[in-house]
């Protein structure tokens, strides 16, 4: 790893960059670095803001295609949930019928 | 240095090893001057590095190769190793007297196991077939397993044949001490072969040594090279890593070292603004260099030198942007909200949460496990209707939520090799004002002393 502040500094944007790839939002970024990378969360959070200082339409538009994840994602949540609960419902109703027809 | 009791060591004594050896009877019977009648008088080898000990031994007598004809041609033990002697020399032609006494040398060894000597009649007639013998049977001799066991141990400069099994030995040896810390005598020590000398480790390692470089050279470039094609070409580049283990291993001592010079290992084409901070890897890149030549030496000369732990994880792929694997939130988030009510579904999606992150063809998982999903509820087919719509929305840049181990994978190899490029190529922010508003949050100074 570099020793000088500077090679730190460029480590430091590297992994972020890697969190980016992956498209993780600032606070998961800052998570995992700590985590994996014993990267101190101030210390990602000055170099995640200063790049997104000096690299601000990328941030930008990082942000919104974030958030436009985020809608599908609920969106997709929401689907899901609406279909589980009519497969449970259906569940529930064909073990009825199946209980009426045992008694019949 | 001993004698072997024949010119300037004394009778029988100084040769330890010649107790049959008549001594200077022999040798005033001879006819020194026909012995090398085919071969260059003359010049020495500008090469050699001869003991002058060796030489003065030789020279006492009116013969120093005094003991070339002491046998018989037909001997092939002798020629063996005299053909050893003179193929140390590299030329052949060029045995002036010294190799000639050497070659005296080594045969003389020989003579230690007994042989009977020769006589002197046979001389003249044997000297010419020695000569050719020597001549033309040393390509034969080439591949042959080292017969240094018939020479007298260590005190010779005997021609050394570096076999699969004793370079593998002069490989642990150097590596046990550091490459770079590895000095001859240690080596020899080390190996314990008492057969070589301190000279031919020191050619050896110099020429493993530019190997080697050859070697890290091509494997930085090669890893270089996948790292950036799995980056921005988003095809499984294992290749690049894997591919390495087809390289030339450590060649044939004999043959020498082929590879041409090979381009600047480094410098895989970087912002030109990162040039400055590039300069830092080096030293861990020699690091990294070290540990990744084993796996090229290993395969080959059987060297069982055990894999370095890290190596360019085949499967990190953050995915590139144009991936398709948006619907994994769609089952990620099932899980999530649905786990309190949903008896089903935490088992059918649970294990396919992040399957994606590890295929460089991230579509595939998604959809064995979207047949899952199928599967298990097919008597609802409520599932299918869901199915298209996911798939024909329009694709995010890339997936969410990679998996813990990705993400490891991901930092893991930005730590360990620093020197690669950045995958965004962000513009990095000004080193003073990082540092300045680190000031500002309390942190004096980075990388910080206690993690």
């Known amino acids: 790893m570099g020793d000088s502040p500077a090679s730190y500094i460029y480590m430091v944007q590297h992994l972020i960059e890697k969190c980016l790839i992956f498209h993780m939002t600032k606070e998961e970024c800052i998570e995992a670095l700590s985590k994996h990378a014993n990267i101190k969360s101030v210390i990602t959070v000055t170099v995640w803001n200063e790049l997104e200082k000096e690299n601000r339409e990328f941030f930008e538009a990082y942000a919104k295609s974030h958030n436009k994840n985020r809608a599908i994602e609920a969106k997709a949540e929401v689907e899901a949930e609406v279909e589980a609960s009519t497969m449970i419902q259906k569940l529930l109703l064909d073990h009825d019928h199946t209980k009426k027809s045992d008694r019949e | 240095m001993e004698g072997f009791g024949i010119g300037g060591g004394g009778g029988g004594g100084g040769g330890d090893d010649f107790p049959d050896f008549m001594g200077e009877n022999l040798l005033d019977s001879i ?82 196991q007994g042989e009977e000597i020769v006589s002197t009649q046979k001389s003249e007639e044997s000297t010419l077939q020695v000569n050719q013998n020597i001549i033309t049977p040393k390509e034969s001799d080439k591949g042959k397993k080292s017969s240094k066991n018939n020479n007298l141990p260590g005190k010779r400069k005997v021609k050394v044949d570096w ?187 649970a294990p396919t949460r992040y399957p994606a992150v590890h295929h460089p063809v991230p579509g595939i998982p998604p959809v064995s496990s979207h047949g899952m999903y199928k599967v298990d509820h097919s008597n609802i087919g409520v599932r299918s209707t869901a199915t298209p719509p996911a798939q024909s929305l329009p694709k995010p840049p890339c997936d969410f939520h990679p998996s813990k181990e990705s993400i490891d994978a991901a930092i893991g190899d930005v730590l360990s090799k620093p020197w690669l490029p950045l995958p965004l190529g962000l513009k990095p922010p000004a080193v003073d004002s990082v540092l300045g508003e680190l000031q500002r949050q309390g942190v004096p100074k980075i990388p910080p002393t206690c993690a």
């Open chain 2, 31 to 112: 006819d020194f001057d026909d012995l090398f009648v085919g071969i260059n008088d003359g010049d020495i080898l500008p090469d050699l590095e001869m003991d002058t000990e060796i030489l003065a031994e030789f020279s006492v007598s009116s013969g120093d190769e005094s003991d070339v004809n002491n046998y018989s041609s037909s001997n092939n033990t002798f020629i063996t190793t005299a053909i050893k002697n003179v193929e140390r020399k590299e030329e052949i032609e060029k045995t002036g007297s010294f190799s000639a006494s050497d070659v005296g040398s080594g045969l003389t060894t020989s003579l230690n």
């Open chain 2, 163 to 349: 076999t699969p099994e004793l370079h593998r030995r002069f490989v642990q040896a150097v590596e046990q001490l550091g490459v770079d810390k590895a000095v001859p005598s240690r080596i020899l020590e080390i190996m314990g072969i008492d057969c070589l000398t301190r000279h031919n480790i020191a050619s050896h390692l110099q020429k493993y040594r530019s190997h080697r470089k050859h070697l890290l050279a091509r494997e930085a470039e090669a890893a270089s090279w996948s790292h950036r094609r799995q980056l921005y070409g988003g095809a499984p580049a294992v290749g690049g890593g894997g591919g390495k283990r087809e390289m030339n291993p450590w060649p044939a001592p004999t043959i020498g070292f082929p590879p041409p010079p090979l381009p600047p290992p480094m410098a895989p084409p970087m912002p030109h603004h990162f040039r400055p901070l590039h300069v830092w890897g080096h030293p861990s890149v020699d690091q990294s260099y070290m540990h990744i030549w084993p796996k090229h030496l290993a395969p080959s000369p059987s060297l069982q030198h055990p894999s370095p732990a890290w190596a360019p994880p085949p499967h990190l792929h953050p995915s590139p942007p144009s991936d398709p694997s948006f619907w994994h939130p769609h089952h990620q988030r099932v899980q999530n909200s649905l786990t309190p009510g949903t008896p089903y579904f935490p088992a059918p999606i």
